[in-house]
Nanobody, 124 residues
Framework: QVQLVESGGGSVQAGGSLRLSCAASGISVSWYCMGWFRQAPGKEREGVVY???????SYADSVKGRFTLSRDNAKNSLYLQMNSLKAEDTAMYYCAAVYGGCRNRRSVGDFRYWGQGTQVTVSS
């Protein structure tokens, strides 16, 4: 059974930082295209960052230079370091996975496995 468990969300003031974690079980993260998505109230879920099986990453323009994704294969986990947070980063953040590389995979429907999400709230 595949499980993705997110943690690390919380409330922070604008300009602050948070570090999200995604612990995977039932899959090996190094063999999967892994992504972080977010969904704000009344908005569609959107991709934030992806990491390929090669370790290559791809960031949404809105978070480039502020967010950093890393992967720890030994711990079978992902870490999303979020710096210089803005009010518009407020959302539920989800970890997602699909077997294989990330090529042409950017949409919610492309990903098979999802975590339950962790809430990030940034106050201005």
């Amino acid at each position: 059974q595949v499980q993705l468990v997110e943690s690390g969300g919380g409330s922070v003031q604008a300009g602050g930082s948070l570090r999200l974690s995604c612990a995977a079980s039932g899959i090996s993260v190094s063999w999967y295209c892994m992504g972080w998505f977010r969904q704000a109230p009344g908005k569609e879920r959107e991709g934030v960052v992806y990491i390929d099986t090669t370790g290559g990453t791809s960031y949404a323009d809105s978070v480039k230079g502020r967010f950093t994704l890393s992967r720890d294969n030994a711990k079978n986990s992902l870490y999303l370091q979020m710096n210089s947070l803005k009010a518009e980063d407020t959302a539920m953040y989800y970890c997602a996975a699909v077997y294989g590389g990330c090529r042409n995979r950017r949409s919610v429907g492309d990903f098979r496995y999802w975590g339950q999400g962790t809430q990030v709230t940034v106050s201005s």
